[in-house]
């Protein structure tokens, strides 16, 4: 079976024996990929916390639903999963992955992480600007509404008659 390849198969999550908090995160620290079972909602706080702790997040979880969709390549920082092939081939999949791209994905990992903290107005990169964001986008998006016209040519305008395409957002985007 494959859990004998496992670095610590001897690890306890619940029971007496169970790992603190900090020790959990400092065994995170020193993995390459981090499980991101379903949590109890369609997302999961492991997503997360494997941005933090500098692991590649592998969602298990067929209709995860992440925020950001809009602004984030997720397949540039993580790996999507399908809940039905956990098992030996999930193991044989991740130890194929090249070091070079698993550092290249944890990379990326580390610029959009931002996203996911409320900070200050002055920081250029919080959970706020991020939904700042993803509201541009969609309103980039979504052509037909009170702030959009479009012309005879097909051509899709702003109230100020400035095509879409050369229409820049108030914030810039990532």
């Known amino acids: 079976m494959f859990y004998e390849q496992l670095e610590s198969p001897e690890l306890k999550l619940s029971g007496p024996d169970k790992l603190g908090r900090v ?18 909602s369609s997302w999961t706080l492991r997503f997360y916390e494997s941005f933090f702790v500098e692991c590649v ?26 809940s039905s ?7 044989q999949y991740l130890e194929s992955i090249p070091e070079e791209r698993i550092e290249e994905m944890i990379a990326r990992g580390r610029e959009v992480r931002c996203m996911w903290v409320y900070a200050l107005d002055t920081e250029p990169c919080s959970a706020m600007t991020a939904i700042m964001w993803e509201l541009q986008r969609k309103v980039r998006r979504f052509h037909q509404s009170a702030e959009t016209f479009w012309l005879h040519n097909r051509s899709i305008v702003n109230r100020d008659l400035v095509e879409f395409r050369q229409w820049g957002t108030p914030v810039p985007l990532p």
């Open 23 to 40: 020790d959990y995160f400092k065994h995170l620290r020193n993995a390459k990929f981090c499980l991101a079972p379903r949590g109890e």
């Open 57 to 82: 997040p592998v969602l298990l979880s067929d209709e995860v639903e992440l925020p950001f969709q809009n602004v984030i390549d997720y397949t540039e920082i993580s790996i999507k999963w399908p």
């Open 85 to 91: 092939k956990i098992g030996p081939e999930l193991f």
